[in-house]
């Protein structure tokens, strides 16, 4: 099947083609001794507020590199959130967050999402709860005044967070594109990076004369994503040997009750809350 052909399978689906099914077992909380800080809930909604300015990480520079291929375009914001705060932002979210390891089920097997998830936000549609499939979820604060920052910065409107955590090496995201009919014709999405490098690979679905990119993103880069980059483009975080903790941030907006459904179902799904706690992801009971 062409990459092209599948890349039209996944629309509105949200499926990654090379996920293998993740044998790690994750720990349960047991009779395990937990530190004081942070929740040690399974209510997501049981976040606490920062302790530091989030403002303390928002950088100066107000330019972005502007990376073109054909059908890319792509602005790149190097060293988009500053050391020191960056790094608090980073323990902070870590800390706070409830994080999800999805399942689904494809062609009769399990398959757990290869890192770990969370979501916020809901369309502007106004719709009716019962439209719903899950509780939409309101943008942590800290969080928010982070969207405020980037949307200041790219001229752009979001109404979604979705975060991912890649443990190590072995957490990826495999080629797709965030293209689905929810976004819009041509959206912009902003992801951001904090801890850990790893690459950022892209290749077009159909221009065999394109030429496949790659680029290092170390915490506190930011690449915004948009015009036909999405319906022209693919994009991975490809697995790697070694790597730390990352996590990645990205800003998007839904169009309609379909793209909040599919953002809670396959960054929230139906399992256990986790919480990070002395370096290691404990479920919550
Ligand atoms: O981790 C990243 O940089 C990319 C994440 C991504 O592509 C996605 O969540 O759709
Ligand atoms: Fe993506």
């Known amino acids: 099947m062409s990459t092209f052909t599948q890349a039209k399978l996944q629309l509105g689906k949200r499926k990654r083609d090379d996920e293998t099914p993740d044998e790690r077992a994750t720990k349960t909380r047991?009779?395990?001794?937990?530190?004081?800080?942070?929740?040690?809930t399974a209510n997501p909604l049981?976040?606490?507020?920062?302790?530091?300015?989030?403002?303390?990480?928002?950088?100066?520079?107000?330019?972005?590199?502007?990376?073109?291929?054909?059908?890319?375009?792509?602005?790149f914001f190097k060293q988009f959130l500053k050391a020191p705060g960056r790094k608090a932002l980073f323990d902070y979210m870590l800390a706070e967050l409830p994080w999800y390891r999805v399942s689904k089920k494809t062609r009769g097997m399990?398959?757990?999402?290869?890192?770990?998830?969370?979501?916020?936000g809901c369309d502007d549609t106004g719709a009716?709860?019962?439209?719903y499939k899950k509780k939409s979820r309101p943008i942590p604060v800290a969080l928010q005044e982070l969207k405020q920052h980037v949307e200041e910065r790219t001229g752009a409107t979001y109404n979604f967070?979705?975060?991912?955590?890649?443990?190590?090496?072995?957490?990826?995201?495999?080629?797709?594109?965030?293209?689905?009919?929810?976004?819009?014709?041509?959206?912009?999405i902003a992801s951001l990076?904090?801890?850990?490098?790893?690459?950022?690979?892209?290749?077009?679905?159909?221009?065999?004369?394109?030429?496949?990119e790659k680029w290092t993103l170390d915490s506190g880069d930011m690449v915004m994503m948009r015009g036909t980059t999405q319906s022209k483009w693919l994009h991975s975080i490809p697995k790697r040997a070694n790597a730390g903790g990352r996590i990645n941030i990205t800003f998007r907006k839904a169009m309609n009750v379909a793209g909040t459904n599919n953002?809670?179902?396959?960054?929230?799904?139906?399992?256990?809350?986790?919480?990070?706690?002395?370096?290691?992801m404990i479920e919550m009971p």
């Open 193 to 212: 990076t904090l801890g850990s490098s790893r690459d950022f690979a892209m290749k077009h679905k159909t221009d065999k004369s394109a030429k496949p």
């Open 128 to 131: 009716p709860p019962a439209a």
């Open 30 to 40: 047991g009779d395990k001794a937990l530190p004081d800080s942070g929740p040690t």
């Open 161 to 188: 967070i979705l975060c991912n955590y890649y443990e190590n090496g072995k957490d990826s995201i495999s080629w797709h594109s965030d293209d689905e009919s929810f976004l819009g014709p041509l959206p912009t």
């Open 263 to 280: 953002y809670y179902r396959y960054n929230v799904g139906d399992g256990p809350v986790h919480r990070w706690r002395n370096g290691e």
């Open 46 to 75: 049981c976040i606490n507020a920062p302790t530091f300015p989030i403002d303390s990480a928002f950088g100066s520079d107000p330019g972005g590199a502007i990376l073109k291929e054909p059908d890319l375009d792509l602005l």
């Open 110 to 120: 399990t398959i757990r999402t290869p890192r770990w998830t969370c979501v916020w």
